[in-house]
DNA sequence: TTTTGAGTTGTTCGA
DNA sequence: GTCGAACAACTCAAA
């Protein structure tokens, strides 16, 4: 009877699957482990991934894994289970570790990279001539890139018409839940032996001298736990005011969210429903407005995803070819100046500094600081998101790569070429009591609300009473505003004429 | 096909 | 102090 409801061929389940967890460091709403605890087995493995080709992680990134895996080990044991810890060039150890244990399904979650595809594609070619089903899903975006078009069937390349389909498309999903058991074939691992399976400590991912990571651990709690617990606390706070606010850096206005969706903690289908529901029984009193604000927040991470798809290239060339031509400026002093939170600038410096400590910065400062480093010290783009890429939590090949593109001009709907952030009026207007610059640049703490933010134009007696000493205890500008800005809108015009 | 409207986040200047 | 205009022209998406 039901077999007459039944697909033609209908896939038996699998008897014992592989689980490859890669951005996607959850055991709650993850479809391809979804697919895996179905089997009357399963074996989840991590491969730290040496692969050619491959971008290396970032400092803050491995120190952000190494908690991230020790969290997501700690849950699946707690269900029966155990992480496989591999580190290689998973092209030879994911293929070579389901016929080991005699695999019938092996499960991941996309990824949408180039080498990243490419590395997926040839995977699963190989498992398929080895009689290996390879099953990939959707686990780490709302709307997949080759799921959303223009009316004339190509990718979007503006935000706003891009946001719409998606929203047209249809409602986020309902997330799915953590499987409750996840068992592990009887006999294994030690009689199947793995020769490189690994302990976490083996991947060395943590600073040992020095140990650089004591801002992170103060801000941050790796792990999908940590990740649930910034959503309710996002929920509870910045989430009311969240339109207005989100550009303040001197309060906590912004979700955090980032390091946790990078590593796919959390889901952004999760993230999604949590404020919704939130929303509508009232538990905060944010209005549409600010609800729909963060929503598009969540939409700029599809955006780049669906810039990176369309535009592999997107992290190392110019997405607009014409920036090929710009004549950028090669300053190591003043990169490093930039890079160590010393330019003159106090917005600018605590900003870098913040990032330096925290692993994270407020993402208006994050435009800040992109602007000055483009316009006012005309360094190429690519430097910065190097930068960013090494030092940030929520280092992200698609958004640090279109941000920093969309900042310098030269990406996809990008920034026109005459908005070049003022370093103190912008300070003026989103950090106004300097609290942020205080913080972060404890040496000009001693200055008034108004002059923290150009103390080069304090009186001596001032900076003095301060115990400020320009150019010895706080740098004077690296380069004068009004100048910067001439050349800079100079040699983005050259740009336009041809 | 052609046309039309719109496009995350600014700054400066002069009235 | 506030306000509107200029800062270019182009590309995208849809009608």
Redesign the pocket.
């Known amino acids: 009877m039901t077999n007459l409801a039944a697909p033609a061929f209908p896939a038996p389940a699998p008897r014992r699957a592989l689980l490859w967890f890669r951005s996607d460091l959850r055991l709650e709403d993850n479809p391809a482990l979804a697919a895996a605890a179905g089997a009357e087995e399963a074996i989840t493995v991590f491969v730290d991934e040496t692969n050619a080709g491959l971008r290396p992680r970032g400092g803050a990134s491995r120190w952000w894994l190494h908690f991230s895996l020790q969290a997501l080990s700690d849950a699946v044991s707690a269900r029966g289970g155990k992480l496989v810890i591999l580190k290689g060039d998973s092209l030879v150890l994911i293929p070579a570790l389901a016929a080991r244990y005699g695999c019938d399904l092996v499960a991941w979650n996309r990824r949408y990279g180039k080498v990243e595809r490419e590395t997926d594609a040839a995977i699963k070619a190989d498992l398929k001539a080895s009689g290996i089903r390879a099953e990939s899903f959707n686990g780490n975006l709302l709307y997949e890139p080759m799921e959303v078009r223009?009316?004339?069937g190509?990718?979007?390349?503006?935000?706003?018409?891009?946001w719409?389909?998606c929203r047209a498309l249809r409602e986020p999903p309902t997330p799915l839940p953590a499987p409750e058991r996840m068992p592990m074939p009887g006999s294994v691992p030690e009689s199947l032996g793995i020769p490189q399976a690994l302990g976490l400590t083996d991947l060395a991912l943590l600073p040992t001298k020095p140990d650089w990571a004591g801002g992170l651990r103060a801000t941050w709690q790796p792990g999908a736990a940590g990740a649930v617990r910034r959503v309710s606390e996002f929920l509870d706070g910045p989430m009311e005011g969240y339109a207005e606010n989100r550009?303040r850096p001197d309060f906590q206005s912004t979700s955090m969210l980032a390091p946790h969706l990078a590593f796919g903690e959390i889901s952004p289908r999760q993230i999604w429903h949590a404020t919704e529901a939130a929303f509508l029984a009232g538990e905060t009193t944010s209005n549409r407005r600010d609800v729909d604000k963060f929503f598009a927040?969540i939409g700029?991470r599809e955006f780049a995803y669906h810039l990176l798809f369309h535009y592999p290239d997107l992290a190392t060339a110019n997405y607009q070819s014409r920036f090929d031509a710009f004549p950028w400026e090669r300053n190591d002093a003043a990169l490093l100046a930039w890079q160590q939170g010393q330019t003159g600038y106090p917005i600018v410096d605590a900003g870098m500094r913040e990032l330096w400590q925290t692993g994270f910065m407020h993402?208006?400062v994050r435009?800040i600081v992109a602007s000055f480093l483009i316009k006012h010290l005309m360094i190429d783009w690519r430097a910065g998101e190097a930068w960013f890429w090494d030092t940030l939590c929520d280092a992200d090949p698609a958004n640090n790569a279109a941000?920093w593109q969309?900042v310098a001009g030269a990406g996809a709907?990008a920034?026109?070429?005459?908005?070049?952030?003022?370093p103190f009026?912008?300070g003026e207007?989103f950090d106004p009591k300097g609290a942020y610059i205080r913080r972060y640049v404890p040496e000009l703490a001693g200055l008034g609300d108004d002059l923290i933010h150009r103390p080069w134009e304090a009186p001596p007696q001032v900076l003095a009473r301060a115990g400020i000493t320009l150019g010895t205890t706080y740098p004077k500008p690296l380069v004068d505003?009004?100048f910067a800005?001439e050349r800079a809108l100079a040699a983005f015009?050259s740009l336009?004429g041809d």
């Open positions: 223009s009316q004339a190509g990718p979007l390349r503006v935000f706003t018409p891009f719409k389909a550009d927040e700029w993402n208006r435009m941000s969309w709907d920034a026109p070429y005459f908005r070049i952030f003022n009026t912008q207007k505003h009004g800005r015009k336009s």
